[in-house]
């Protein structure tokens, strides 16, 4: 059974840096592109940031585009998402997903992330 | 970046027949043969009910059927029932930048 588990998230003042950590099992970490996709409370899904399987590809949406780096660890089967200069408006339960060809098969419960003063 | 437009709320009584629609783009659904359907419980993780515009993940009910034209797609949820009272999103594929677009979703009530 594919489990995805997030962890890291907070209360952080607006600025400030949280680091959050997805630990994968119960399939092949290391040949699957993965992502994490963000909810604001109340609000819809917003896809976040990419990575490949190997990590040489990477893309990020425009709003956390230098702020935020994603990297992976095939060894240990984790993702991790650096969030940096954070805002208020970065507030959300954030979800890592699984992805298949071009969508998400499956997600974690997400950690909820709150940036206020 | 683009979010795609659904309906705020559809609603149906048990055992009728709704259908939720996606409005995108060329740039999104227009372009691309991969429009994602999610379902969401309050309080719950989205799960995959529907990808590549009409395939059904293992497990899920075929009471939930996809389409898509142009620049638009819909999920039509076939036999209501009450445990279909949930949020539902669609995303599409969008290329580099941004790789995904959802829509800011739909809530469904069984009347």
């Known amino acids: 059974e594919v489990q995805l588990v997030e962890s890291g998230g907070g209360l952080i003042p607006p600025g400030g840096s949280l680091r959050l950590s997805c630990a994968a099992s119960?399939?092949?970490?290391?040949?699957?592109?993965m992502s994490w996709v963000r909810q604001a409370p109340g609000k819809g899904l917003e896809w976040v940031s990419y990575?490949?399987?190997?990590?040489?590809?990477?893309y990020y949406a425009d709003f956390v585009r230098g702020r935020f780096t994603i990297s992976r660890d095939n060894a240990k089967n984790s993702l991790y998402l650096q969030m940096n200069s954070l805002r208020v408006e970065d507030s959300a339960i954030y979800y890592c997903?699984?992805?298949?060809?071009?969508?998400?098969?499956?997600w974690g419960q997400g950690t909820l992330v709150t940036v206020s003063s | 970046q683009s979010v795609l437009t659904q309906p705020a709320s559809v609603s149906g009584s048990p055992g009728q027949s709704i259908t939720i629609s996606c409005t995108g783009t060329s740039s999104d659904v227009g372009s691309y043969n991969l429009v994602s359907w999610y379902q969401q419980h309050p309080g719950k993780a989205p799960k995959l009910i529907i990808y590549e515009g009409f395939k059904r993940p293992s497990g899920v009910s075929n009471r939930f059927s996809g389409s898509k034209s142009g620049n638009a797609a819909s999920l039509t949820i076939s036999g209501l029932q009450a445990e279909d009272e949930a949020d539902y999103f669609c995303c599409s594929y969008g290329g580099v930048s941004p790789r995904y677009v959802f829509a800011t979703g739909t809530k469904v009530t069984v009347l």
């Open positions: 990575i490949s399987t190997s990590s040489f590809t990477i």
């Open positions: 997903a699984k992805e298949g060809l071009r969508h998400f098969d499956n």
């Open positions: 119960g399939f092949s970490f290391s040949t699957y592109g």
